[in-house]
């Protein structure tokens, strides 16, 4: 277990009291809290640093274009990047995403191909998708996941029997924390001839990613979610996929030369960077990253797995409470999908909240997998490093409240 | 720091009398012979309603309603079809509007003998997130009595 008083004194929100209560922060896959060295390397770059990038010819603007290329560099290195070109600055998971879907995924999928993506996908990888095989006549196949929320590895080997030009899926599920088995799936794409769109939003706050070693073709991943600021990410793809896509959006910094009626664009990543980038994302973004090594990847990821199974040893004691998802240790991140009874989950999120307890209720912007769990809604607790077991036990504590208001008596 | 709000006594927001429409809920069904049908949904929280009406000259002869939702949505749904019965449409228009001022706080609303059982959802207006899971069948019957002007 990481020194967990240790790790909160770094986060000043944490500080804050909800309600009357120590703030027991559970959201984290929904978003994360800030570091101090991140606030701090937010401000600094505005005292210190700030001019547009890649423009000025003076020293100011040449640290702001050190700084933010830096933090390229930095991001790179996280996951083991193909080259640091290879590393395009986006808001997000989303908007990565929709980079590839818009840019690769237009110039290459034709009337009759096909797009394969998971029962599991959040929203932002499969709307995109479903726009783009609507507007291209192409079909989207959906594989289906297991009883205990994992992907069903025989529909995905019939998925692939009619190969498909691009296949997508979460490293990590967002609602079920199922560790998806990346590197197979990208395998067994790949024998088909299909390229690999890896969804990192929730594997690269929570483990060692290596993307060189997933080998798959594009990973997307969302800085919010892993201590850096909101509005930062990245797509991180193969440079030569890169170099041969259309360019995504219009505009300063993604052209080489411009004409009247044509240009020409710049090399990769700037060529999917059009207009003034996210600087103090990117910075913050770095700074989280060298928080995040400090601390270790494999020692959050262990964390974080021993609070799940800790919370899930205690909420399936309470009688009438569901949890959904693997059990098995190594199958799960730590995110625990439940439900209690007939107690609907926003009525558990709002007697939680009572006691400074913030969860998610919803479907998790998973609509396909919550039909598939036949639920409309569940609860979901997510751990990040500062989480102890103290959370756990508040936890498990207020949710036999929620059960005494709603007449269930605990066991 | 504490930057939270005075607070909200979950009790009040959970009554007895809210909790058995919720688990035991009136008018749950569908109408053969419905005027109006209206289906609304809270794509934030996935609560949904499916709401029927016959309505015979100015008359709410029938209401029911297909639901999924929390306690406060169904609840409030259950209340809102067992006081429409045999109202005329300009009543249920004048109904919603006085359980959206009581969600607005509006003391004198949640006073309001017209609004029956409904009263027991006066405390939602100390949560401003549960709001909108009161007023979606609210907002349903509003919607269909829109649809028969039309």
Same mark, same amino acid.
């Given at each position: 277990m990481l020194d967990v008083a240790r790790i909160r004194a770094d986060f000043p929100l944490l500080a804050q009291r909800e309600n009357g209560h120590r703030l027991v922060y559970l959201d984290n896959a929904a978003t994360t809290q800030k570091p101090q060295v991140v606030l701090d390397a937010i401000v600094?770059?505005?005292r210190t640093t700030n001019a547009n990038v890649h423009r000025g010819a003076y020293d100011l603007a040449i640290r702001a274009t050190e700084a933010y290329e830096a933090a390229r560099a930095k991001v790179a290195a996280f996951v083991n990047a193909w080259a640091p070109e290879g590393v395009v600055f986006t808001r997000g998971t989303t908007e990565a995403i929709n980079l590839v879907a818009g840019s690769y995924g237009r110039a290459t999928l034709k009337a009759g /191909?096909?797009?394969?993506?998971?029962?599991?996908?959040?929203?932002?990888?499969?709307? &995109?998708?479903? !726009?783009?095989?609507?507007?291209?006549?192409?079909?989207?196949?959906?594989?289906?996941?297991?009883? /205990?929320?994992?992907?069903?590895?025989?529909?995905?080997?019939?998925?692939?029997?009619? &190969?498909?030009? !691009?296949?997508?899926?979460p490293y990590v599920s967002n609602a079920l924390g199922t560790v998806n088995p990346a590197a197979q799936l990208a395998k067994l794409a790949h024998a088909v001839g299909a390229v690999v769109v890896v969804d990192g939003a929730q594997s690269t706050p929570h483990l060692k990613v290596d993307v060189q070693a997933l080998d798959c073709d594009f990973y997307a991943l969302s800085g919010h979610k892993m201590l850096g600021p909101m509005g930062s990410g990245a797509l991180v793809a193969k440079p030569d996929l890169l170099d041969a896509m259309p360019p995504y959006h219009g505009g300063g910094e993604m052209i080489s030369r411009v004409w009247d009626d044509h240009s020409t664009y710049n090399k990769i990543p700037h060529k999917f960077e059009a207009g003034t980038p996210n600087v103090e994302g990117a910075v913050g973004l770095a700074a989280a990253i060298t928080y995040l090594e400090g601390i270790g990847l494999d020692r959050i990821a262990d964390h974080e797995q021993a609070l799940a199974a800790a919370a899930i040893e205690k909420l399936i004691e309470i009688e009438g409470v569901t949890v959904y998802g693997p059990h098995a240790r190594g199958h799960r991140a730590g995110v625990v999908s439940f439900t209690y009874g007939d107690v609907h989950p926003h009525d558990i999120a709002t007697i939680l909240d009572r006691d400074g307890i913030c969860i998610r209720a919803g479907h998790h912007c998973t609509q396909p997998l919550m039909r598939r769990l036949n639920v409309a809604a569940t609860a979901r607790a997510s751990f990040y490093l500062y989480n102890g077991p103290d959370d756990v036990d508040a936890l498990a504590g207020a949710l036999v409240k929620a059960g005494a208001l709603f007449g269930y008596v605990p066991a | 720091m504490d930057t939270s709000r005075p607070e909200p006594q979950l009790s009040a927001l959970y009554q007895e009398l809210i909790l058995d429409h919720y688990r035991r809920p009136r008018n749950k069904g569908t109408l053969e012979d419905a005027t109006h049908s209206v289906s609304l949904n809270n794509p934030l929280c996935g609560d949904e309603i499916d709401l029927q009406l016959r309505v015979d000259g100015d008359v709410i002869k029938e209401a029911r309603f297909i639901g999924r939702g929390c306690s406060i949505s169904q609840a409030s749904a259950s209340m809102m079809t067992q006081l429409l019965k045999e109202r005329t449409v300009p009543q249920a228009i004048a109904l919603a509007e006085r359980m959206s001022a009581m969600m607005q706080g509006d003391d004198g609303a949640a006073r309001d003998k017209t609004l029956g059982d409904l009263r027991a959802l006066a405390g939602v207006s100390k949560f401003p997130v549960r709001i909108k899971c009161a007023l979606l069948p609210w907002n349903a019957l509003t919607d269909a009595m829109k649809a028969g002007r039309g």
């Open positions: 600094d770059y505005y /191909d096909s797009v394969v993506v998971t029962g599991m996908d959040h929203h932002s990888n499969l709307v &995109p998708w479903q !726009i783009l095989c609507q507007e291209k006549g192409a079909t989207l196949r959906m594989v289906e996941i297991t009883e /205990d929320g994992r992907i069903d590895l025989s529909d995905f080997g019939r998925a692939l029997e009619r &190969p498909p030009k !691009i296949v997508a899926f | -």
